[in-house]
């Protein structure tokens, strides 16, 4: 009798939690239909109003070894279209010629800056500045601290109100910065401003900007197409509409540098730097009461490059779960606390649930039910009810995403695109969730164990910045 | 004990969930691409609106002659056409812009055009804004000043911009207030839209608003009357700035547009405050309006914790006339700061790369 009620009780878990998780994201995505409603049927109307209108903004890109990519990247970076920005690009203290190359080709000049330390960095050896562009700059510092502790170089050299801080190897929309930037003029209250990052395998990109949207023949990539556009276009926007966006990605996003810099910028001992900041911002202005919005633009502004093969996807999937679980951990004040608003009593808390903790009810669950089913204590009937109820959910959820991208950019231009996606969405269910979810275990279990998580090397596979 | 069928409501309910879910997922797909073919659809009938109906416009505007007989337009297929009506009005002047005025309203523009203010699409009510603003409609008055208070930051924008474009003096007090009152409107677009409507029809009503608002409202606007009319800033500043001698943003917000050299003596003695936005703005002053009798006060700013005050006031030293290279090197010579040397530095090759 016991073993009944245990099952039955993992049964009802286990369905309970997957609709929970699946109809909580659709509701998201319906909130993320009117927010991209709004949004879009003000666009043209904004960029006419906006047009004149440009908050100056420092793009500060950190460089570790990059020499061989690193001057298409400024190049593509210096012919962005808008008027008033910066180039900062950070020397992590390289190994390779990165700074020699930067030299050459920029043409840099030792300057004599007054350097201000408003966020604690590996000291910096020197500043430079390009002879050729005045809005270059190069500040060259001692290795350490990784990604973050580049940033803030970067961030403290920073002349403009607003930095972006991205990867050096993303592709960017040559309007991106005009699209981030819309929110802050709209509302002075902003802080932070995501994009809608894309995955640029199978375009063609030249000169630093993507010429052709195509998509990648990787299946691996492919399945990512279909993820992203679930993360940023459902999620993110739906999150953003509520004031709880949690995450501002790595790959793309500007920040109102005084407040980053009152929050004392991005942390150095952490694996999930973006994330971490930006739920710290949450928490530190709720705290205080300020009046602020952490938002996110659905166009797509930034295209980046997606593992193709499972050992560097594994990392990567790894590292992601192991910020998300230290961004949480390290500002766990924010969950419910007094003023938290819907980022402290909505998403803070639906993130520990289904996003955290996911993948142990998913593995579980899978686990449970599997040998329940060996052991003849599960129906071949049962077993196949919950698998599908699952897998059905999921492809829901994906579907939907693709639904909303068709009513907003319709980026994939034929149907068989979108017929492919399609495919794709159903075909996730078997294997890839389940690998994913594994993963994400580990290294939950990793971090709960207090290891330490390898980089790796990343595989590039988007060859455009090689000279 | 018979364990193998489970719970049969949970089991069922699986079930149920799971062909809930694959109908929807299928019923998405089909929307999706539904969607696509309507909005192909749609992109087709865009442009063939745009090809019969923009060189038409563009002759009926630039050729002074009676308007020709006009080809059929679906009522549903309005707001293509009003989009690029909208468009050429908003590149034209003159006997132009009143031809294609006259073309609309015998297409009876106007009317569809209130009719689209209260549309739930934004992007139709701002269409309908534009234009009534471009067609100067006066009987749309009352509509307008409804939309300029509305709660989205662009319905009301443009509803400033039409009503400015029907009647700028009439219309200015209302907008005024709204520029007070309203943290999300782009002031300084709206100073444009002032200035390309002729800054001096809104020079009273803006002076007298400045004058009688409330000390917190004024910062975020003294800046932007220093973009459309920097004598009239100055003037308001001054007064402001004895008005609200105590109010800390009031007077940073004020140093910040004033024109008047004689308050020099005055605005010296706010090297002291505790404020670095005074400060900082204050070193802008002194450039501004000083000479190198400033070079005291503004080396000793130099040394301010606050780097931008060390910045503004270094830009500010060397910008001051008469102080050459070699009298610059003396200046620097007699700093006794390192970080107000280093900021002297930092500018000069500032400078000097620009």
Redesign the interface.
């Known amino acids: 009798m016991s073993v009944r009620l245990v099952l039955e009780t993992v049964q009802w878990l286990f369905l309970g939690y997957f609709v929970l998780l699946n109809g909580t994201y659709l509701v998201l995505n319906v909130i993320a239909l009117f927010g991209l409603r709004r949004y879009l049927g003000g666009t043209s109307a904004a960029e006419r109003v906006y047009s004149h209108l440009q908050m100056p903004v420092s793009l500060v890109v950190p460089a570790y070894n990059e020499a061989a990519t690193i001057v298409s990247s400024v190049r593509a970076l210096l012919q962005l279209r808008y008027q008033h920005f910066e180039v900062l690009v950070v020397n992590d203290g390289s190994l390779d010629d990165t700074l020699a190359v930067l030299e050459k080709e920029f043409e840099l000049q030792p300057f004599p800056e007054a350097y201000r330390v408003q966020i604690r960095t590996q000291p910096v050896r020197g500043i430079y500045r390009s002879l050729r562009h005045p809005n270059l700059r190069v500040i060259d510092k001692e290795n350490g601290g990784g990604k973050a502790d580049a940033v803030n170089a970067g961030i403290n050299a920073a002349r403009y109100p607003l930095f972006y801080a991205g990867d050096a190897d993303s592709v960017l929309d040559p309007h991106s910065l005009e699209h981030v930037v819309r929110p802050f003029l709209e509302d002075p209250h902003t802080v932070a401003c995501g994009g809608t990052v894309r995955i640029v395998n199978g375009c063609t990109v030249r000169g630093g900007f993507l010429e052709r949207i195509g998509l990648p023949r990787n299946p691996l990539a492919l399945v990512q197409v279909v993820e992203y556009l679930r993360a940023f276009l459902g999620g993110r926007l739906g999150w953003s509409s509520i004031n709880a966006l949690l995450i501002v990605s790595g790959a793309f996003g500007v920040f109102h540098r005084e407040t980053v810099v009152a929050a004392g910028g991005f942390r150095a001992d952490v694996i999930g730097e973006d994330m971490e900041l930006t739920v710290r911002l949450h928490r530190l202005l709720s705290a205080r009461r300020a009046r602020y919005r952490v938002t996110f633009v659905p166009d797509p502004v930034c295209w980046t490059d997606a593992p193709e093969d499972l050992g560097t996807l594994a990392r990567q999937r790894k590292r992601w779960h192991r910020g998300l679980a230290e961004s949480l951990w390290n500002n766990r004040g924010l969950c419910f606390s007094r003023h938290g608003g819907a980022a402290g009593w909505f998403a803070f808390p639906f993130f520990v649930m289904f996003e955290l903790l996911s993948p142990v009810v998913e593995v579980g669950g899978y686990i449970v039910m599997a040998l329940a089913f060996a052991f003849g204590l599960l129906s071949g009937d049962s077993f196949l009810a919950f698998i599908a109820a699952a897998f059905a959910l999921g492809m829901l959820l994906s579907t939907s995403a693709l639904l909303l991208e068709e009513l907003s950019f319709r980026t994939y231009p034929r149907a068989t695109h979108m017929l492919l996606l399609f495919g794709v969405a159903v075909l996730e269910n078997f294997g890839y969730r389940q690998i994913n979810a594994f993963w994400r275990l580990q290294a939950l279990i990793g971090w709960l164990l207090g290891r330490r998580i390898e980089w790796g090397k990343m595989r590039r596979n988007v060859k455009w910045q090689e000279r | 004990?018979d364990?193998?069928?489970?719970?049969d409501l949970?089991?069922a309910?699986?079930?149920r969930?799971?062909?809930?879910?694959?109908f929807?997922?299928a019923l998405?797909?089909a929307?999706?691409?539904i969607?696509?073919r309507y909005?192909q659809h749609e992109e087709e009938a865009r442009s063939r609106v745009v090809a019969v109906w923009r060189p038409l416009l563009t002759r009926i505007a630039l050729e002074n002659a009676e308007l020709p007989t006009l080809p059929c337009l679906a009522p549903r297929r309005l707001p293509f056409f009003m989009e690029e009506w909208n468009a050429l009005h908003d590149a034209l002047r003159g006997d132009a812009s009143e031809r294609l005025n006259e073309l609309a309203r015998r297409m009876g523009l106007d009317a569809a055009a209130r009719h689209m203010m209260h549309s739930r699409?934004?992007?139709k009510r701002?269409l309908g804004i534009r234009t009534l603003g471009h067609l100067r409609d006066a009987a749309a008055w009352k509509q307008l000043q409804e939309q300029l208070v509305a709660a989205?930051?662009?319905v009301s924008?443009?509803a400033a911009a039409a009503l400015i474009q029907i009647d700028a003096q009439r219309a200015m007090p209302g907008i005024m207030l709204q520029l007070a009152e309203r943290?999300?409107w782009?002031g300084?677009?709206m100073a444009?839209l002032i200035l390309e409507a002729g800054a001096n029809v809104a020079r009273e009503p803006i002076r007298a608003l400045m004058l009688s608002l409330e000390p917190s409202k004024v910062p975020p606007l003294l800046p932007w009357l220093g973009k459309i009319d920097s004598i009239l800033a100055s003037e308001v500043a001054t007064v402001l700035l004895h008005r609200h001698a105590s109010d800390d943003e009031v007077v940073a917000a004020a140093l910040l547009v004033v024109q008047d050299a004689t308050l020099l003596p005055e605005l010296r003695r706010q090297a002291g405050s505790s404020n670095a936005d005074i400060r900082k703005h204050l070193a802008l002053a002194l450039g501004r309006l000083g000479g190198p009798e400033e070079t005291e006060l503004l080396m000793q700013l130099m040394g301010d914790p606050v780097?931008w005050v060390?910045?503004h006031a270094a830009h500010s030293l060397i910008r001051l006339q008469g102080l050459d290279d070699a009298r610059l090197d003396a200046v620097r010579s007699r700093l006794t700061d390192r970080?107000a040397r280093?900021?002297l530095?930092?500018v000069r090759?500032e400078e000097s790369?620009?």
């Open positions: 004990m364990l193998s069928t489970g719970s949970v089991v309910l699986a079930w969930s799971a062909a809930i879910a694959a929807g997922a998405m797909l929307g999706a691409l969607v696509r909005m699409e934004i992007r701002i989205n930051a662009l924008f443009y943290e999300n782009p300084e677009a444009r780097w060390r910045y970080f280093d900021m530095d930092h090759a790369v620009a």
